[in-house]
């Protein structure tokens, strides 16, 4: 194998491993919020990567059990139906929330 190959071969590992620690159940809040919560979703939200995890989490929650949110709550809703515990944890390291 010569080096180039090698590289690519490396190169490919690498990309496969990220995406493996990419969470799936983000995937579909990236569309509205950004891949890295970084925008205004639909010009309503706050900035959810610079929420606190306490605060991400408790919004998640509440727009679950419906004590939570603002105009579009029922949007937000619909999104976090069926959404775990351990699934909005991993959505707050995903998104690097303290
Ligand atoms: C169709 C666009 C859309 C998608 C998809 C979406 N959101 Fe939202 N999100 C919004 C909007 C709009 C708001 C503000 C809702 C309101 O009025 O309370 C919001 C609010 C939030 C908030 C609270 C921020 C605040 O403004 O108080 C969090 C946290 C959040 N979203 C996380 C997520 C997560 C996690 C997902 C994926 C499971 C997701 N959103 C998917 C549009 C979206």
Known sequence: MNTKIKLATIALAVTMTSSLFAEPSYTKCIACHGANGEKVA???????KD???ADFIAALQGYQNGTYGGPMKGLMAGQ????????????ATHLGLK
């Open 80 to 91: 976090v139906k069926g959404l775990t515990a351990d699934q909005m944890e991993a959505q």
């Open 42 to 48: 639909l010009g309503k939200s706050k900035i959810i």
């Open 51 to 53: 929420m606190s995890k």
